[in-house]
C-alpha cells in the first residue's frame, strides 16, 4: 500500500517562502509522477506542479510559475515544492499525489491514484 505523507506547511507573510516535502513509501518511482495539488475553501482541487520521477521533467501552472520549484530525491523517495514569493491566493490545503498520467492528463485529479492528506498553507497579507 503507497502512503505519501506531506508536512511544511504553515503561516507565511506574503513575499515569504516555504518549501513542502512529500515523503512515500514506495521504493521505486520509475514510470511514476510525482505532483502537486491545491485546494482553497469553496474552490477545487487544482494542478500546481508535476515531475516525471525517471527524467525529472517538469510542469507547472500558469499561476505558479516563475516562483515555484518541484524537486525529487531519489534517495529519501521524497518530492519536494520550493514555494517563493508566496501570495495571499496561495491560501490553500496542499496535496502531494503520484501517479501515472500521460502528456495530456498531467493537470488532472483523475490521473493520480495516490494521495496525501494534505497539508495547510496560510498566507497573510
Known amino acids: 500500500q503507497v502512503q505519501l505523507v506531506e508536512s511544511g506547511g504553515g503561516l507565511v507573510q506574503a513575499g515569504g517562502s516555504l518549501r513542502l516535502s512529500c515523503a512515500s513509501s514506495?521504493?521505486?518511482?520509475?514510470?511514476?509522477?510525482g505532483a502537486w495539488f491545491r485546494q482553497a475553501p469553496g474552490k477545487a482541487r487544482e494542478f500546481v506542479a508535476a515531475i516525471t520521477w525517471s527524467a525529472g521533467n517538469t510542469y507547472y501552472a500558469d499561476s505558479v510559475k516563475g516562483r515555484v520549484t518541484i524537486s525529487r530525491d531519489y534517495a529519501r523517495n521524497t518530492v519536494y515544492l520550493q514555494m517563493n514569493n508566496l501570495k495571499p491566493d496561495d491560501t490553500a490545503v496542499y496535496y502531494c499525489?503520484?501517479?501515472?498520467?500521460?502528456?495530456?492528463?498531467?493537470?488532472?485529479?483523475?490521473?493520480?491514484?495516490?494521495w496525501g492528506q494534505g497539508t495547510q498553507v496560510t498566507v497573510s497579507s
Open positions: 499525489a503520484l501517479g501515472s498520467p500521460n502528456s495530456r492528463s498531467f493537470y488532472t485529479t483523475t490521473a493520480y491514484a495516490y
Open positions: 514506495v521504493r521505486t518511482f520509475s514510470g511514476y509522477t
